[in-house]
């Protein structure tokens, strides 16, 4: 195994050299007689090395495909520069996910830690305003006063406690009998879920539409066209030749020029399957083979519970806000003139620290809670302009799946209004992406509208589809079993 793993690194490394020896594009003949390696050896490793250089092909009259590296041989994934890459992408991994754990608790332990402090100071605050009130009659109307503003924050307090959704489930409580089976979220991954969301919907979308490509391989034996790449991906085509390129390499696919000089790629090895059957192909069918990016939501919580957090929040923010006011109004000496609240919280810390607490009641009482009040905001806000972003590229990479695939299957007399659903700004971005790969003529109908044939994609289908025709299906037969190790 290794000396065979030796022996095709050479090979692979001869290539590179017979590649890099050629000032202007080489065919694989051209690589073979450099090389003086097998020519089947070269067909199999000069996919490797156009994935990896980035290369550019180009057919000829005569059929010929051609390779040229005109962004030179730095490689993708070799070298100090890719392996930097790698391990720092690893490490951000790894790091991004602790944190986020530790992150989870934090904010939870932030929020709720806080309200519940505050909310102890606030009642606290009345009982004990009321034993005041019951003492002194000159000062009464001062207590009094103190007294209402403690009571108004109590009123908040047990408002939160009897109706908001923190203990509730996904769903209102009215579902909790009919639905019993729908699991409680978490307290902590519930204001996640309103800070950061419940990430991205569409995690493992690639290797799904990887297995669409696969299927659609399959079903057309072997033999795909970059247009039809281009449909199924949801690429561009500047970025569907990159791809479909180290498609090649991942399933051992090569490109191949029809008589005409059409290009298409072909993977022989996808159809030696137990499970192939000789079967017309199909060509491409929008029902099964178009799946589409979800839409990512800001969070998966009732409104009502993201209400209350917001709720909770803001009477953090105001404690904090009140603590800092009171600090930089009071100083450092506590006086008959002092808010009555703060001067509860320093006699208290006074009773369980040694030194003067009036340094720290600004700080943690006021600052922390303030900033991270402004922080647990923040960071939604943010999240809110680049979620919409995101959805916007992936609702035009979705329209841009179904308007290819309008024009591949009537590529004569395309017009905007049977283009689907989308606004005339993606239909006419879209069509100049299909414009890069085949220009299409443009006239105007009895109504001024631009009409576009895109005759070269007419071509390409029915070329496309005598290819498919002429291979053979009986060559991917793996036959009957002629051995088995159970008997």
């Known amino acids: 195994m290794n000396n065979y793993k030796n022996h095709n690194t050479k090979a692979y490394n001869k290539i590179i050299k017979a590649f890099k020896s050629k000032k202007n594009a080489a065919t694989i003949a051209d690589i073979a007689a450099s090389s003086a390696l097998p020519l089947s050896t070269v067909k199999n490793l000069v996919p490797k090395a156009a994935d990896e250089y980035s290369a550019r092909l180009e057919v000829t009259e005569s059929g010929e495909i051609l390779y040229s590296f005109p962004l030179g041989f730095t490689s993708r994934y070799r070298g100090l520069l890719p392996f930097i890459k790698r391990v720092t992408e690893k490490f951000i991994h790894i790091s991004l996910k602790t944190s986020i754990v530790l992150f989870k608790f934090w904010i939870m332990i932030m929020l709720m830690g806080y309200f519940l402090l505050f909310m102890i100071i606030a009642l606290a605050s009345i009982f004990l305003s009321m034993a005041a009130s019951s003492g002194k009659n000159n000062s009464r109307r001062g207590s009094s006063g103190n007294m209402a503003f403690s009571m108004s924050f109590f009123n908040m307090i047990m408002r939160l406690w009897f109706y908001s959704e923190l203990t509730k489930s996904h769903t209102h409580r009215r579902h909790i ?153 009071i100083g450092n000496i506590i006086t008959e003139q002092s808010s009555y609240i703060y001067s509860l919280v320093y006699v208290f810390l006074l009773m369980f620290v040694n030194i003067n607490p009036l340094p720290l009641i600004p700080i943690v009482l006021g600052i922390i809670p303030l900033l991270f009040s402004v922080l647990f905001w923040l960071i939604p806000i943010l999240r809110k302009q680049y979620l919409h972003k995101k959805n916007k590229i992936s609702n035009f990479e979705n329209s841009r799946k179904l308007i290819f695939f309008k024009i591949w299957d009537t590529p004569i007399s395309v017009k905007k209004k049977n283009l689907g659903e989308a606004n005339d700004n993606t239909k006419d971005k879209v069509i100049k992406e299909m414009g890069y790969y085949c220009i299409p003529e443009i006239t105007l109908d009895e109504n001024n509208n631009e009409v576009y044939d895109f005759i070269e994609l007419e071509r390409e289908k029915h070329v496309l589809e005598k290819f498919r025709l002429s291979v053979d299906p009986d060559k991917f037969s793996i036959g009957t079993t002629v051995f088995d190790s159970g008997e």
Request: charged share 25%; glycine share 6%; aromatic share 14%.
């Open 177 to 329: 009998y009919t639905e019993p089976s729908i699991p409680k979220k978490p307290l902590h991954k519930a204001i996640f879920s309103f800070v950061f969301g419940d990430g991205d919907p569409n995690v493992g979308w690639e290797e799904e539409n990887k297995k669409i490509l696969l299927k659609y391989l399959k079903e057309n034996r072997g033999v795909i066209s970059l247009p039809e790449f281009m449909i199924i991906s949801g690429l561009d085509p500047q970025e569907a030749e990159r791809a479909i390129t180290a498609f090649c390499v991942e399933f051992n696919g090569s490109p191949e020029a029809t008589e005409d000089g059409t290009v298409v790629y072909c993977f022989d090895d996808i159809l030696l399957s137990s499970e192939y059957t000789n079967k017309k192909p199909q060509g491409l069918n929008k029902a099964t083979l178009l799946i589409y990016k979800t839409k990512e939501d800001f969070s998966s919580n009732p409104e009502k519970m993201n209400f209350w957090f917001n709720v909770i929040n803001a009477f953090n923010l105001v404690f904090g806000m009140y603590f800092l006011y009171s600090a930089a109004s």
